[in-house]
């Protein structure tokens, strides 16, 4: 009975509540900042220096958005958000977008009413041990304790994989990547595990990292990519051609450095209707012409972002594997600007 | 022709309401619990409203899916193969344990602390006064990230307990003739094992060992003949005011029963030995745990050592003079004279600290012990993002552990406390 009444209650507030509220778009023009949420800090994907300026491959892509949206890439305030707060901060609206390495999978994209809007890297949990421990494969773990963030599908990830190789295991949750470290450098744990670009990120830091290795084992898939509210299409497309634009331009070879040039009129009526120079895509989302051209100024394509902050000329030196261009044999696929 | 005396009777006015003070007070009851209930109204229709912007619906069918998730420290039996509500059921099971080790710990910490805080002896009283200082002023917190810093970073890895084969020597070693072993982890403790088992209850909370039951059915007997026998002395010492030798009695039927069924079963200690990356075998108490419940108790046991001395300076000093005069000895002074008196002024802030105790044991997400805030509140909300959902069940259930304790104590309280007739 209280629960009917409770659900009238519900079907009647569903029919009252006309209350659209300002679009996000709209919000982030009035604010005059994009409100990004990223990680705590994870060395090439997000983290602040010594000065408190944010970079990283996860922050460039905030700052593509910013430098579409409000046309200056530094106007960003980045909300450092855990494995535990992401989502309800994304709910809440006290983030406009959330790029901090979370797996896109079914239920988060429906049941917690987010929308993935693509996949800014491909990446799959492995494991990182010491060296001196001896282990060569994640099927020697049997019997270890493993440090694990809480909230993450890597949790999950890990009890199927425990389970499906009968072997046991000692979870120690931890709340964010830098307790993480620091429990597993302390010895609370005998592996870490997180996506394998998240190892590598959290290996270059250490002091020693040649001690340490990450097992060849890949046991899940994890597409990272960034992640909006439910029911705001707008500015979901907003996001989501803002990332495509940047591997678009990387596919097209439009980089930083040409940009101004090939923004005076190209060839390629392709990078032409990218870059504004033809037609007027940029209106059809609520922006200008040149978004594109602002987004990619901000850190150049996704090849460029991908060096500067996480490819192998860095301390992390993750390889382009999954994450090269479809032509070269990865899985990058722009649809089609047109 | 008369004249009325009595004023007239115009019946009820609206402005009595107000101006007559004998319904003055029922509207202005009545007016503030309209304001009450509309502001709770609001918030419901708030959230209501919200929910149904973001799509989201009420419900708790969650608690039926399969869980996933491994939990590090469980009492009852639990795979990732079980459900929402058997995690959150294993997290309510380890804030119970905290907690109860916890208050039972404090007590009696507390009560020696408040004693010897008014011992005569200067060095003894001063120390505890700096005992309660320092641990009272400082948050709950704090005791419990420095119990777990102390833990991890004064004891050995297991791996140091292995034989390093070049040297032919353990970087560490068992004490206890090989029975312990700290580690940065956890304590490794030996375990209880039976060569003969009279089999198990399969409960739907968990499997309850027969032998385990035998030994408590054995001890339950020795208590109950150990207590005739003390009333039978009693009864012997008020008729002859002589008492009867009873301590090595009382010694043979406290442990003689258990000890002969713990022998019968084969009853036997397992030492915990190492094995691949962790010991196995005995019992491993985490570092967590012990953390957790060192720090609560530490904390909780600087104010009930002030509950405690506050109780018996209640106590007029007569009473100890009186009890000196008929030659009784300072402690039995404190033991059968003032402490059973300073109880009714003790119990009642007792239960509060009782109660601060087990709704601090939530503190445990910071040491990675899960209890009820890191199962259901923790793993199971994020990852079946139903936040309102497990929140308010959380605040339920610690409503409901909160209650139940302070209900316990209550007839406790009206047990103890001074009988008036």
Redesign the interface.
């Known amino acids: 009975m209280k629960k009917s009444v409770f659900f009238g209650t519900l079907a009647g507030a569903a029919l009252t509540a006309g209350i659209a509220g300002a679009t996000t778009l709209e919000d982030v023009k009035a604010r005059g900042e994009l409100n990004c949420g990223v990680n705590t800090g994870l060395v090439g994907f997000a983290a602040p220096d010594a000065n408190g300026n944010w970079s990283g491959f996860d922050v460039a892509l905030c700052k593509a958005v910013a430098a579409a949206v409000l046309g200056d890439a530094t106007k960003v305030k980045y909300v450092p958000t855990t494995g535990q707060t992401r989502f309800t901060a994304l709910a809440s609206g006290e983030i406009d977008m959330l790029a901090r390495n979370s797996t896109w999978t079914f239920s988060r994209d429906t049941d917690l009413k987010l929308d993935f809007v693509g996949v800014n890297y491909y990446d799959g949990q492995g494991f990182m041990v010491r060296k001196e421990s001896g282990v060569t494969s994640a099927k020697e773990l049997d019997g270890a304790s493993v440090c694990i963030q809480t909230g993450t599908t890597t949790e999950l990830n890990l009890a199927d994989y425990f389970k499906a190789n009968n072997m046991s295991y000692q979870p120690i949750t931890i709340d964010s990547n830098a307790e993480g470290e620091q429990q597993y450098l302390a010895g609370a744990c005998d592996a870490y595990t997180t996506d394998a670009s998240g190892l590598a990120a959290t290996r270059a830091a250490f002091a020693d990292p040649e001690n340490h290795i990450i097992l060849p084992e890949i046991i899940s898939k994890e597409p990272l990519g960034p992640a909006v509210r439910h029911g705001d299409s707008e500015w979901a497309d907003i996001v989501r051609w803002t990332l495509n634009a940047l591997i678009a331009a990387e596919e097209y070879g439009v980089t930083s450095a040409n940009i101004d040039e090939l923004a005076k009129g190209t060839e390629n009526p392709e990078i032409n209707r990218l870059l504004g120079v033809e037609g007027d895509l940029g209106a059809m989302t609520g922006l200008d012409k040149d978004w594109a051209v602002r987004a990619i100024k901000a850190g150049g394509n996704y090849g460029e972002i991908f060096a500067a902050t996480i490819g192998e000329s860095t301390p992390i030196a993750l390889a382009r594997g999954l994450n090269a261009q479809w032509t070269q044999g990865g899985l990058l696929y722009a649809p089609p600007f047109r | 022709m008369t004249s009325a005396t009595d004023a007239p009777d115009r019946g009820f006015r609206l402005s009595q309401l107000i101006y007559d003070t004998r319904y003055r007070s029922l509207t202005i009851q009545i007016f503030v619990f309209c304001i009450v209930m509309a502001g709770a109204a609001w918030l419901v229709?708030n959230t209501?409203?919200n929910l149904?912007?973001?799509?989201?619906?009420?419900n708790f069918s969650f608690l039926s899916n399969r869980a996933?998730?491994?939990?590090?420290q469980q009492l009852i039996p639990y795979t990732?193969d079980n459900t929402h509500a058997r995690a959150m059921l294993v997290g309510l099971i380890n804030t119970l344990w905290v907690s109860i080790l916890g208050c039972a710990a404090a007590t009696v910490l507390g009560v020696i602390i408040g004693v010897l805080r008014l011992s005569k002896n200067w060095l003894v009283g001063r120390l505890m006064t700096a005992y309660v200082e320092m641990f009272r002023n400082i948050p709950v917190l704090l005791w419990i990230l420095v119990c777990i810093a102390l833990l991890?970073?004064a004891t050995p890895?297991p791996?140091a307990y292995k034989i390093n084969p070049a040297t032919g020597e353990a970087g560490a070693s068992m004490i206890l003739f090989d029975s312990v072993a700290f580690t940065?982890?956890y304590t490794a403790i030996p375990a209880v094992q039976f060569e003969r088992s009279l089999g198990a209850i399969d409960t739907a909370l968990m499997p309850i060992s027969l032998n385990f039951l035998a030994l408590a059915l054995a001890l339950i007997g020795s208590i109950w003949v150990n207590r005739r026998l003390v009333a039978g002395a009693n009864r012997v010492q008020e008729a002859t005011g002589v008492r009867p030798v009873t301590w090595w009695k009382s010694l043979l039927i406290l442990f003689v029963p258990v000890l002969a069924v713990f022998v019968a079963l084969g009853g036997h200690l397992v030492a915990p030995t190492l094995?691949?990356?962790?010991f196995?075998g005995g019992t491993n108490v985490s570092n967590a745990f012990v953390a957790l419940w060192a720090g609560l108790t530490l904390y909780t046991a600087a104010f009930i050592a002030e509950i405690v001395r506050a109780g018996i300076l209640a106590i007029s000093k007569g009473q100890t003079e009186a009890a000196f005069a008929l030659g009784l000895r300072p402690n039995r002074t404190m033991r059968l004279v003032i402490l059973p008196q300073a109880l009714r002024v003790i119990v009642p802030p007792l239960i509060s600290q009782y109660l601060n105790l087990t709704k601090n044991s939530s503190l445990a997400?910071a040491v990675?012990y899960?209890d009820l805030r890191?199962t259901l509140g923790?793993?199971t909300?994020?990852?079946?993002?139903r936040?309102l959902e497990a929140i308010l069940l959380m605040m339920l259930i610690y409503l409901a552990i909160s209650l139940t304790i302070s209900g316990l104590m209550n007839v406790f309280n009206s047990r103890v406390k001074l009988k008036e007739r």
């Open positions: 229709d209501i409203q149904n912007q973001l799509g989201k619906d009420f996933g998730y491994d939990i590090g990732n991890t970073e890895g791996n940065n982890r094995k691949g990356f962790n196995t997400i990675g899960m890191g923790g793993i909300l994020n990852q079946t993002g936040e």
